[in-house]
């Protein structure tokens, strides 16, 4: 029996944001400001390095996704941009280690940049994309990711769609819906997920239990410098300018470039949550480091931070604003009981202090698109899972997949 035959189809819709009549009754508050602040600013007013992309709204019954629509042309952060993050990105971060190395990555990433855009791998619509790294679940059925598809294909049919940030071993009802709709899996990268809930008990958590005192005693020493959130949250132009110096100067311009327009926005939505701490010792309330979360029902985001390089607490001899960061973060979680996606980097540290490290995966529609659209799709899936399969160690043979 289809679903039809058992149950009214799905109501789903691109809404117009500024109709009180489109929104679900319950969608919460700061989830509308949001999400209204994402269409009628426009993707470009909030991040530097997002020309070319557009946002809609879409209502999927009781809940709503952003959809973020790009028109495939360069210049983009990776987060908004296959090429950026399969590609550019994994070039920026290798070329770090040697002129040697920055010569062969370049010579064997070249071709591909070039191959993958004039097969217009750029030209995507990103579904449930929030403008960060990290997506809360979909507030919807998975029985609905049919309609949702269909939906927009419909609306963009000379797009692919992609739905970032899937973990698979831990959303497994997502990932199974996605692929039983048409999906393609991509390996992205590996992140880093702590659950405050999972035990410690024993032996050889001993280590683990040794770090985690430390980040709680960071946190307790540092509150004498943590700033009042009514101090904080109007320095959006500071924020901005520490975490351009932070994620923009010192690694990429990959990086998406949060304009102080995202966070007038953010800091206006009780599901951002920010920490700021002035320099240490000092009267002046400026802030010296930042860390902004994003919450859901069940995770905390790592969104970003930036700090002042100039003035990074007690240098070489003692911890640094990246430590008071992350002890908040794991503070925060520990509290609250949810689930904390630390995103990727420092992957020793954080797994030193009880984190798993769990392979995500972007599902790509593409099978509407010609065949030469689809094929580069289909290529850059088996570019990464070969890529996947040997960052995790498991012969190819097997037939295992990393995620």
């Not at 064997?108 to 995507?124: G, H, K, N, S, T």
């Amino acid at each position: 029996m289809t679903r039809s035959a058992r149950q009214p189809r799905p109501d789903v819709r691109l809404i117009d944001v500024r109709q009180d009549s489109d929104w679900p009754e319950q969608t919460p508050e700061g989830i509308r400001r949001y999400l209204t602040g994402l269409v009628t600013l426009g993707p470009a007013r909030l991040v530097g390095n997002a020309q070319g992309v557009t946002a809609q709204v879409l209502r999927v019954g009781t809940g709503v996704v952003p959809v973020l629509v790009s028109d495939g042309r360069r210049g983009k952060a990776s987060i908004l941009s296959p090429i950026g993050h399969h590609v550019l990105y994994p070039v920026v971060e290798i070329s770090r280690r040697s002129l040697l190395a920055r010569i062969l990555v370049h010579v064997v990433a070249l071709p591909l940049v070039v191959l993958f855009r004039a097969m217009q791998l750029d030209r995507i619509v990103l579904i449930n994309h929030w403008l960060l790294s990290g997506a809360p679940d979909p507030d919807f059925p998975d029985a609905d990711w049919p309609e949702v598809i269909s939906t927009l294909r419909a609306a963009f049919p000379d797009h692919a769609l992609v739905v970032p940030d899937i973990k698979p071993d831990l959303q497994p009802g997502l990932a199974a819906a996605l692929m039983q709709s048409g999906g393609l899996a991509v390996p992205t990268r590996r992140v880093a997920i702590l659950d405050p809930n999972a035990s410690t008990a024993g032996g050889k958590f001993k280590r683990i239990r040794h770090a985690r005192v430390i980040l709680r005693r960071l946190v307790e020493n540092a509150r004498p410098d943590l700033l009042p959130q009514d101090v904080a949250a109007p320095q959006t132009e500071r924020i901005a300018t520490l975490y351009a110096v932070s994620n923009l100067t010192r690694h990429s311009w990959l990086n998406p470039d949060y304009r102080p327009e995202f966070f007038d926005l953010a800091l206006t939505c009780r599901e951002f949550h920010l920490h700021a701490w002035r320099a240490k010792g000092s009267d002046d309330d400026t802030i010296a480091a930042f860390s902004l979360q994003r919450t859901d029902p069940r995770w905390i985001h790592w969104t970003t931070f930036g700090r002042d390089a100039t003035n990074d607490l007690a240098g070489k001899s003692g911890p640094r604003y990246y430590e008071r960061v992350t002890g908040a973060d794991f503070v925060m979680a520990e509290q609250s009981g949810l689930v904390l996606d630390w995103g990727a980097g420092a992957d020793e540290f954080k797994r030193c202090r009880g984190s798993v490290l769990h392979q995500q995966v972007e599902v790509a529609f593409a099978r509407h698109l010609g065949p030469i659209r689809r094929s580069a799709w289909l290529l850059l899936a088996k570019l990464r899972t070969m890529r996947a399969r040997q960052m995790a160690g498991v012969p190819k043979a097997t037939g295992k997949d990393s995620g």
